[in-house]
């Protein structure tokens, strides 16, 4: 077989495309939000995050309306500033999703050491627990993925009812800070609301991962498939949206009662002491599972498309009998356990993992707002293609020094890209 099947249904997108973006790391991020910013300027973030994400929702949309590929932020580059920049970005995603993922695990692997009461040296194999089931749901196809995926969301809607059960009087709180929030918005400093938006902007990344399988998009037609992939990138933003501002609200209405969630298992602390605790220790279990899972299901389509682009080794792009990458899925396995090991021993540290990987996502985000812009035409298309670029400048301006990295491994790409045509 030569090509990834068809198959993934509108449901199946959305609940994708939510897990990507939704995960454990959102229980403590809100907390962390509020620890740096403060809690008005925190509550303002969470609205400006949403509203600087929407140029983006749309771009990747549109691009992977036109451009149905499993190579997704890669192939976009290729066509935005030519071939050598499919190879690049290539790389910067195989560095970028080998150094992130590991972030979101060790989150979550945290987040179950908690819970289940292990000690320090338990972590690793548990992380390598968590993977390890993560990788084995990829690779038996996007079915069980599908099924793991709608019982995280269904499990992230349950959390946050059970938290409002638990502490109804916070939703009311959270409501009175953001009302106070926008009456003192004029007081807000620049440098406030950036540090803490670029905090928050770990919990949107994820929309271009869609991008790497639009081309597994099920459809009777190509009209019928455009139609799905509307649906989903519409459906998942709307439900998206509503759970981190349901979150944001608690965190704000916590946070003005002196209620701490900025330790390590965050938002949960909500329900700690209460008759929810146990369940929503289970439900968080599946959250994290179907987290790692949508990362893994990216990590894998990426490694795939840049081994038949052979930008990386072409067994990469090896495709089992029924269509499923899995020599993709078990590489990128083997990857992640060994960066964890890494982390874990000290061998590696990630101090700087939220924006170093932040920062590299973001300039692949500027290459994909620019294929869109020569993909697209006209007043509409010139209007979100520059709310794009603003919402990226808004975000790269305070990372510094940081941003030569991926300027570094674009300029590798480009050595590689030289070196492959000759």
Known sequence: MSSLQKNM???????????????????????????????EVAALGWIASILLSIPLVVIFMQLSLQVRNAGGVATFAGLAIGQWAETAVGLLLAVTFTFGIPLGIYMGGMYLQQILGLAD???????????ALSILV???GLKPSGWLNTLSVASLIILIGLMILAHHNFLASGLVVYANAFHHIDS?????????CAIIFWAFLGWENMSFGS???SGSDTEATKRAIKWIYAWAFVIVSAIYLSLAVLTAGAAINNFSVSGVTGLLALLENTPFERIAYALIV????ANVNAWVFACSRSLYASGKAQILPIYLSKLSANGIPKASVLTTGAALCLVCYLVFSGILPLENGLALVNQNFILVYVLSIVCYLKLNKGWFAYLIGILGLASC??????????TLIPLLLMALGWVVHQLKQR
């Open 215 to 217: 081309e597994e998009i």
């Open 286 to 289: 599946l959250i994290i599972l």
């Open 188 to 196: 807000v400093s620049f440098e406030s609301m950036w540090a803490v």
């Open 9 to 39: 249904s509108i449901p199946q997108g959305v609940v994708l495309a939510i897990c990507s973006l939704v995960g454990s790391g959102l229980l403590c991020l809100p907390g962390l939000a509020v620890k740096i910013g403060g809690i």
């Open 121 to 131: 040296q338990d972590l690793l194999w548990l992380i390598w627990g968590i993977l």
């Open 138 to 140: 990829n690779y038996l």
């Open 393 to 402: 400048g808004f975000l790269i301006t305070g990372f510094g020094w940081l």
